[in-house]
């Protein structure tokens, strides 16, 4: 399976009216191409919170191993500090700059074009930057290696006071399931009813990494303590017998089958056989603690 190694993030920024609109890049290389070659792509365009939804997004996608450091080290934490850290000094980005549209990707050229046209505006950056997937259009003040070409610019920079106080967050309750080739774990809300699906530990912690990007921009800081607390909850979690209603709705193969075998109402998850316990997690509607 290839891994995308992420060098180096990087971000420029311009102003447009009372608004700083901020723009991504990363130095990445995958593991399966070679020669390994760095390449800086812009991964995003837009404004504040959906950079930070951004950050947060691509750092849950560490906690499997997709996305990793070349040392091999990479963690959620030290993926959102890096990217913070470049928002804090962007180099200024032209908005002024002409947008050249052409892709291998005939669809989303075309999609681009017709908004373009429809706008009847000119094809700058500052008319078009809302534009989705318009940032594969937008070259950065950043060599391949992410070497800075232009000064960094401050002003533009996103330098929030950190937060003393640590914030509630509503991710649901977890329980922790019976392991079948791993440990599986579900998030339930107050009736019982599962957000999501059952995942492995790697995906739940991305869920949550992902889910408090918004707690970043009114508590800043806090993912520094939020998300090692979480590791630490999961890891510690005893596990849980649970009383299990299968979703006969569900296209997975096997519902049926499961159904068949132990009911179409509740049962004891302690009472599945080992074999069966994939199948019941792919058809799970809800869930309810015994």
Partial sequence: MSVTYTCKRVAAAFRDGDDVVYALGEVTYESNVYPHTRHLSTTFIGKLPDAIKTVFAFAADTC?????????KMTPERYIKSALNALKQPLPLDPDMPLHISSWDKETVDRILNTLQERGTPAILRNHYDVPRINW???????????????PCPDLGYQPKKSAELPQVNFGKVLKLRPSSDNWFVRIDADGK???????????????????WETELTHPGSYKKLIPAFRDYLR??????VLCVLDPGTKYY???????????????????D?????????ALKSVREV
């Fill in 64 to 72: 499997g191993g997709d996305l990793n450091s070349p040392d091999r």
């Fill in 236 to 241: 510690d979690l005893p596990q849980s017998d």
């Fill in 137 to 151: 259009f937008v070259k950065l003040p950043f060599s391949d290696e992410g070497r800075p070409l232009l000064e």
């Fill in 194 to 212: 599962i957000l999501g699906r059952p995942e492995w530990q790697y995906r739940i912690l991305g869920d949550y990494v992902s889910s408090i």
């Fill in 254 to 272: 096997g519902v049926d089958e499961m159904i068949a075998k132990y009911g179409d109402g509740e049962f004891l998850l302690s009472s599945v």
């Fill in 274 to 282: 080992q074999e069966d316990l994939y199948k019941i997690y792919a």
